[in-house]
């Protein structure tokens, strides 16, 4: 559960396109911008802010390289870290570069910043034969926050759960990025899982 301050606090999220947020939700809300909705108008935290840093087509590497561009010159409050979904195309071999780097960057904040780490969410069955290590991957992201103490987000789990074997092809706009409505159900599990509630009706 994040702790949130009497004093205005700043959020980073970082990490690939489904961060940033880019293209596939053709014009509705990422799940960073209804976080912002929910954090800074819902929650009435008016002068919290709240920073997007994700980059289409980058992995864990990439962040770590430029962490202090994307990460350290804010000073976050909160750190969300969302990869994986382009580092698993370096399949099985890419985990230990992947471990690495992910936890470099977990350990690059100051230890007051609390630091929340997603699974990746499912992709589509057209998707799973190019991204077949992405299960691996999302268990890295498991095994990282434990070890790290940092709070975890299992988009992984909440799909499954939701679609359980049929294609999640509904919450997605091709076969690895969420639409808007794949955006707002990671919103919804994101700030439930972060005791933050859920989004008010509109």
Known sequence: MIRL?????????????????????????????????????????????????GVSGWGAVDVLAAHERLIGRFEPDVLSVSLGTNDCLAG??????????????VAGVSPRTQVVLHTPALVGFSGRERRSALPAYCQAVREIAEDTGALLVD?????RKHHGTADPIAWLDDAAHPNAVGHLHMAEHTLRTLGLGGLDPL
């Open 5 to 53: 301050a009497d004093v205005p606090m700043t959020w980073v999220a970082t990490g690939d396109s489904i961060t940033q947020g880019v293209l596939h939700t053709h014009g509705g809300r990422s799940w960073v911008e209804h976080l912002h909705e929910r954090v800074r108008w819902q929650l009435d935290r008016l002068t919290d802010i709240v920073v997007n840093t």
């Open 92 to 105: 099985e071999d890419g985990l230990p570069a992947f471990h690495d780097a992910m936890r470099r960057i």
């Open 155 to 159: 988009h992984e789990t909440h799909w």
